[in-house]
T-cell receptor, first 117, second 112 residues
């Protein structure tokens, strides 16, 4: 079974430019997460989807970040315009749980390492 | 609110020695607790999880963790370290809806 697939693996952009990350979750997983991991830190949730619906986007900086999950499968995370402080690893994860099932394992992709110069 | 604290950002052990990585949690409800491992330039891989069944949880690669409610701890151990265990380890608590709240991470180094 294929795992969570993310692309690109690495991205270097100049500040003020736009950037997009793509995630394909494990087949059948209804729940999709985007996390941001700063250097030397643990991941922090940006947004969580249940199927097509964003059910928790409280930590998403909405002035410059946007996300979508069309048809409840693939997802795209976009930053426009990027700032120096956005340099981080962006991790996508998926799980089979529905809302409230806190004990279900989340499977992570390899991440996209973004460097803003 | 839930939170996790990992004691020690870096732990170094000799090959064959005991590995002990410390994690304390804060939760107003019975928690779900996880340990994940991250190798360089990789995503996170689940080592083990506690979901209110047995308090001693066995995971992959010889790791285990014990849930101690009285101490609000979920420390990760392995009897004998191997060079391949060198990685970053994250403790996490699961909030409502499956959101994971991670600790800061502990980097494990294994000396030959």
């Amino acid at each position: 079974e294929a795992g969570v697939v993310q692309s690109p693996r690495y991205k270097i952009i100049e500040k003020k430019q736009p950037v997009a990350f793509w995630c394909n979750p494990i087949s059948g997983h209804n729940t999709l997460y985007w996390y941001r991991q700063n250097l030397g830190q643990g991941p922090e949730l940006l947004i969580r989807y249940e199927n097509e619906e964003a059910v928790d986007d409280s930590q998403l900086p909405k002035d410059r970040f946007s996300a979508e999950r069309l048809k409840g499968v693939d997802s795209t995370l976009k930053i426009q315009p990027a700032e120096l402080g956005d340099s981080a690893v962006y991790l996508c994860a998926s799980s089979s749980s529905g809302t409230g099932a806190g004990g279900t394992e989340a499977f992570f992709g390899q991440g996209t390492r973004l460097t803003v110069v | 609110a839930q939170s996790v604290t990992q004691l020690g950002s870096h732990v170094s052990v000799s090959e064959g020695a005991l590995v002990l990585l410390r994690c304390n949690y804060s939760s107003s409800v019975p928690p779900y607790l996880f340990w994940y491992v991250q190798y360089p330039n990789q995503g996170l891989q689940l080592l083990l999880k506690y979901t209110s069944a047995a308090t001693l949880v066995k995971g992959i690669n010889g790791f285990e963790a014990e849930f101690k409610k009285s101490e609000t701890s979920f420390h990760l151990t392995k009897p004998s370290a191997h060079m391949s265990d060198a990685a970053e380890y994250f403790c996490a608590v699961s909030a409502w809806g499956g959101k994971l709240i991670f600790g800061q991470g502990t980097e494990l180094s294994v000396k030959p």
